[in-house]
């Protein structure tokens, strides 16, 4: 009896030092292929799915701005184009410009023109003055018959 009292204190030592799980998972446990992979691979790849969730949530990020940015500059582009064009059109728009246009007051008998401050103009010198036009002078055949009849034989 005194032996088995003695296994049995000896065997309350190394239970409560911890050394009898040591020894019963060391020489009674089956090795599980199972446990291992629960210990080192399953946390592995739990890691490995999280860090290819963000990169999966960092690339849609991505892909946005970058189709936002393409919007912005398209819409950047259209309106330089739209810009160019109207800069290229600006001169034949100034050229267009210096055609008389409106009512202008004339006298009825010489045929002067009254300008913006009120002053008689004779009508070649405020077209040439108000245009790019440029005058030659000449005489229709109405105005050489009464002119100078002589030439005309009537």
Same mark, same amino acid.
């Given at each position: 009896?005194?032996?088995l009292e003695?296994l ?28 291992? =992979? ?5 946390? +592995? ?7 290819? #969730?963000?990169?999966g949530?960092?690339? =849609?990020?991505?892909?946005? #701005? ?5 919007r912005e ?5 259209? +309106? ?7 800069i ?14 409106? #009512?202008?007051?004339? $006298?009825?008998? $010489? ?27 000449g005489? $229709?055949?109405?105005c ?9 034989g009537?």
């Amino acid at each position: 009896m005194e032996l088995l009292e003695k296994l049995n204190q000896g065997l309350l030592i190394v239970k409560t030092n911890g050394e009898y799980d040591r020894i019963y998972d060391k020489w009674l446990t089956s090795d599980d292929p199972w446990r291992k =992979v629960q210990k080192y691979l399953l946390p +592995a790849i739990i890691m490995v799915i999280a860090i290819a #969730l963000i990169a999966g949530i960092w690339l =849609v990020t991505l892909q946005r #701005l970058v189709s936002r940015r393409n919007r912005e500059l398209a819409a950047r582009k259209r +309106a330089d184009a739209a810009r160019e064009t109207l800069i290229q059109e600006l001169p034949e728009a100034l050229d267009r410009v210096k055609q008389l246009s409106g #009512l202008l007051p004339i $006298c009825a008998s $010489c045929k002067k023109i009254r300008d913006d401050k009120g002053y008689w103009t004779q009508i070649e010198a405020y077209v040439r003055d108000h245009s790019e036009a440029e005058f030659s002078h000449g005489i $229709c055949p109405e105005c050489e018959k009464k002119l100078y009849p002589e030439f005309t034989g009537g």
